[in-house]
């Protein structure tokens, strides 16, 4: 249950945002779309706990993220949000099976092996299991990255520009893993992107226009 | 997963940037610490053996060679010096006890000394198997000596001169072996141990089997002392009428006896002495060189003076494997810089996912002390190899034994020290680490 108000951020006196309210109750995933530079990201990593807002507030699960700082909001995010970025970012060090073990590891949470055996299966990347990321495809990266985001059984998942780097077909078997998934695992999905394609796959949607300086 | 593993992982990753900190940093400690072990094993050996003794007498010539060849036996011999003058100065009130010395003699390489029993009660050695040596040409031998050479009790061997192995084989009277000492960790544990007058009676022989022809080579040889050849008791040399006098006295008496038998003109090769009280350090050493045609040594100083030369060197070596050290400080520095650029996204993932700012710090500084204590553990191995090789040739060409287990309490502050560098080394990388902007770095693509 995620609800936002009155969200606003600002990076410098040119450069302003004000947020739609969100109250999304259901585990519907929702769609925000908009052009490059209208406050996309922004709104995500506020979602997301990595910024804080000027004013309003983010409740998730009757948790009012805002009044969080420093380790409790670090827990917090660690152990109630998945997050995937744009370009699939994994730790090169490590291998696939390991970068699965990292959000326990950081999140403070038991890691489940069964879990992770699950959702490399579902999604295909068994075979890459020991391997490191760079060996692996883009598409192939970026499904790491959902099972990485879902390992610690979060609330939301948050996706930024998951499937701008992909091609048409990657695209697809992307995001219907990534809505399969959220659905099997009973979590909420937001995407935030620019990317077209992905207008017909989800009911819920809501447009971002570009932030028009206030001053 | 845990966050050493993780730390682990990141230097794997890098592995000649790595490699080069972690060599660096083990060479430096390597010399650093064979330094501190050899200072350590050396000055125990050297104040070891002097323990006790206050003056050295001995031919005139180097005072150091004297100390290093009386005390430590690992040089030739000055020359030989009149017994009765040497006695002597035994006279003087201010003198404890002096231990007589005949030497220039060996075999194997094992040097032959002959002497009286309070050679052996003077480093507290012990005997372990058999006796005491007490007639003429039995002795007693080290735990070095006996158990490198594989010499048992009643074995039996002829001396040959010089510490040089048998360069000129004394082969008319043999030495049986009667005693094995208990290890010491002194010189006797690298001796072979006898009367005076067993030496003394080898050279009679020998200079009787050479003959006339052969003597006016011996005299040659006392114009160049310092050699190693030239360590032998030529004191037969202007008195050959006492031979067979002096022969025929000490066989039939015991060897503390024998010694009080011996001619006038009898020579030894130095005399150990302690004195009774400080007094005599001023007076003696002062005495024995301006009215005798003695000199009087102190190992003290020589040591002291020795060390000093070793020290110049030491201290130089110590300055470059500081530097290296400094180096491989600054190795690590820019290994983790270098990397925390390309690591940046993926810190800010991990904040992502819930890392604290703590977690990025802690795993850098993680970083530099994997490092260092890669590079102290290579680095004290190193060491330890480059003393067990040390150690041989010291074992081989001079018979002392140094223990290569164990540390020096200096070692224990360098360990410090190396873990201290690399936590600093690493402090600027994990504060850039634990500024990480998690939005600013995940949007900056």
Known sequence: MLITQNLTYSYNRNTQFAFPDLDSTGLDSLLILGPSGCGKSTFLHLLGGLLKPDSGRIELNKTDLTALNGRALDKFRGQNIGIIFQKSHLIAALSVWDNLKMPCHLGNTTFDKQLANDLLEKLNIQAHKNKKPFRLSQGEQQRVNIARALMNRPKIVLADEPTSSLDDRNCLEVIDLLKTQAKEHQVQLIIVTHDNRLKEVFAKQIELMPQQTTH | ?445
Not at chain 2, 52 to 73: N, R
Not at chain 2, 109 to 121: C, E, S
Not at chain 2, 130 to 157: H, M
Request: with cysteine; proline share 3%.
């Open chain 2, 1 to 445: 997963m845990n966050i050493l593993k993780l730390s682990w992982a990141y230097l794997k990753a890098k592995p000649l940037s790595s490699l080069l900190s972690v060599l660096l940093l083990a060479m430096a400690i390597g010399i650093i610490s064979l330094l501190l072990m050899l200072n350590k094993q050396f000055e125990g050996q050297f104040t070891k053996n002097i323990k006790g003794v206050d003056m050295v007498l001995g031919a005139k010539g180097s005072p150091l060679q004297l100390i290093l060849s009386s005390i430590y036996h690992i040089d030739a011999p000055t020359g030989n010096i009149s017994y009765k003058q040497a006695k002597g100065i035994l006279k003087n009130p201010l003198v404890e006890k002096g231990i007589p010395l005949a030497y220039g003699d060996a075999y194997k390489g094992y040097r032959i000394v002959g002497t009286n029993q309070l050679y052996p009660q003077h480093y507290n050695a012990q005997i372990k198997e058999g006796r005491e040596w007490e007639k003429d040409f039995e002795v007693s031998i080290g735990a070095n000596t006996a158990e490198n050479l594989g010499l048992k009790i009643g074995d039996q061997f002829f001396s040959s001169h010089g510490l040089l192995d048998d360069t000129h084989k004394h082969e008319s009277q043999a030495y049986t072996v009667c005693g094995i000492y208990e290890r010491s960790n002194t010189v006797i544990d690298q001796l072979i141990l006898g009367s005076i007058a067993s030496v003394w009676k080898i050279h009679d022989e020998s200079h009787h089997e050479h003959g006339e022809h052969d003597s006016h080579e011996h005299h040659e040889h006392d114009g160049h002392e310092h050699h190693e050849h030239d360590g032998h008791e030529h004191h037969e040399h202007d008195g050959q009428e006492h031979h067979e006098h002096d022969a025929s006295t000490s066989s039939t008496t015991e060897v503390a006896e024998s010694v009080k038998a011996e001619p006038d003109n009898a020579e030894i090769t130095a005399m150990l002495v302690k004195f009774r009280s400080p007094m005599g350090l001023m007076q003696l050493p002062r005495m024995v060189n301006e009215q005798t045609p003695m000199m009087a040594a102190l190992p003290s100083i020589e040591v002291n003076r020795l060390f000093s030369l070793f020290g110049v060197g030491m201290d130089m070596l110590k300055l470059l494997a500081y530097t290296i050290m400094f180096i491989s400080a600054i190795s690590v520095f820019v290994s983790l810089f270098n990397s925390l650029k390309e690591q940046r996204y993926e810190l800010a993932l991990m904040r992502s996912m819930g890392a604290s700012r703590a977690y990025l710090f802690a795993l850098i500084v993680l970083e530099g002390l994997v490092l260092a204590l890669l590079g102290l553990l290579s680095g004290i191995l190193l060491s330890r190899i480059g003393l067990y090789v040390v150690s041989n040739f010291v074992k081989s060409d001079y018979h002392y034994n140094l223990s290569v287990g164990g540390f020096v309490k200096e070692e224990l502050y360098l360990f410090g020290i190396t873990l201290i560098l690399g936590i600093v080394a690493a402090v600027i990388p994990a504060i850039m680490a634990y500024r990480t902007d998690i939005a600013k770095t995940l949007s900056a693509n």
